[in-house]
Nanobody, 111 residues
């Protein structure tokens, strides 16, 4: 079956950078849009970024100019490079494709 596994989360200081990876198994990914979402404690899950099957990138206003999404169809992976991070970026980050979700990876921005 299709599985998505996120990695790369951790603790980062304000202003720092972090890159998350999402590796997909059980499916070719080249024909699908893939998104990142995040969920802060006690809050609903919010969309962060999407990369289309055509390579087009789309971002939520809260991360535009700071986050970059990319994909490698050959490696069946999608990355989210986050920079100039702020406390409000603290959340569990999830990737999703074809309505299937990974388990998430925790990102904490704190000094």
């Amino acid at each position: 079956q299709v599985q998505l596994v996120e990695s790369g989360g951790g603790l980062v200081q304000p202003g720092g950078s972090l890159t998350l990876d999402c590796v997909i198994s059980g499916s070719d990914i080249s024909a699908y849009d893939i998104s990142w979402y995040r969920q802060a404690p006690g809050k609903q899950r919010l969309w962060v970024a999407l990369i289309g099957a055509d390579g087009m990138e789309h971002y939520a206003e809260a991360v535009k100019g700071r986050f970059t999404i990319s994909r490698d169809n050959g490696k069946k992976s999608v990355s989210l490079h986050m920079q100039k991070m702020i406390a409000e970026d603290t959340a569990v980050y999830f990737c999703t494709m074809r309505a299937i979700w990974g388990q998430g990876t925790q990102v904490t921005v704190s000094s």
